[in-house]
Nanobody
């Protein structure tokens, strides 16, 4: 089975920084894209940042210049460095792995972490 486990969530004051990490484990051979999504109460889940195995990145306009995504392919880990956090960044953040090749299952799959709460206060 494939699972994604997030860490680094918590509460922080506006203007401060926080780093999220997500490690994939299980029957994994390859992960094409790793990403972070977030969902605030009553809102749709949205893409925050993504990164391919080749290092290509994509960011939501609302976080450009503040957040930075990186990954370690060997460790199957993705990080999200969040700087200058704002109140509107408060949400549950979900790790996502897409284009996952498993040693157990044929084809490619997508997996989600359980989510970690980020609360930014004034």
């Amino acid at each position: 089975q494939v699972q994604l486990v997030e860490s680094g969530g918590g509460s922080v004051q506006a203007g401060e920084s926080l780093t999220l990490s997500c490690t994939a484990s299980g029957t994994i051979s390859y992960i094409n894209t790793m990403a972070w999504y977030r969902q605030a109460p009553g809102e749709q889940r949205e893409l925050v940042a993504s990164i391919t195995s080749r290092g290509e990145t994509n960011y939501a306009d609302s976080v450009k210049g503040r957040f930075s995504i990186s990954r370690d392919n060997a460790k199957k880990t993705v990080h999200l460095q969040m700087n200058s956090l704002k109140l509107e960044d408060t949400a549950v953040y979900y790790c996502n792995a897409d284009g996952v090749s498993s040693t157990k299952y044929r084809g490619l799959g997508a997996y989600w972490g359980q989510g970690t709460q980020i609360t930014v206060s004034s």
